[in-house]
């Protein structure tokens, strides 16, 4: 069974850090994956990384988020620097996964809360 589990979030101070953990199991490989945050009633793309650890962000997180991956751990880090307070949402991972067969799908994680306090 694929699980895509999401930690790392909470209460930071403006000018502080926070690292989020996307790390999925039950699958053969993590393929590309990408943060967002919801925004309201429409997700906003964060960040994203593909197979191949090419790296794109929103214009809003350049220079300060940084997206990586682990691929012995099928695991996907967000590291988010300077947090402002326009930063607090709840942030979800979004991955493509193969799984045994060689199928591809599409997961998101739980979501979780980042609040930056000013």
Known sequence: ???LVESGGGLVQAGGSLRL??????IVS???????RRAGMQRKLVAR?????????ADSVKGRFFISRDNAENTVYLQMN??????TDV???????TVVGGRTYSYW????????SS
């Open 91 to 97: 942030y979800y991972c979004n991955a493509i996964v």
């Open 82 to 87: 300077s947090l402002k307070p326009e930063d």
């Open 49 to 57: 990384i593909s197979s191949g650890s090419g790296t794109d962000y």
């Open 21 to 26: 953990s996307c790390a999925a199991s039950g």
């Open 30 to 36: 993590l393929d590309a994956v990408a943060w967002y």
């Open 109 to 116: 994680g739980q979501g979780t809360q980042v609040t930056v």
């Open 1 to 3: 069974q694929v699980q």
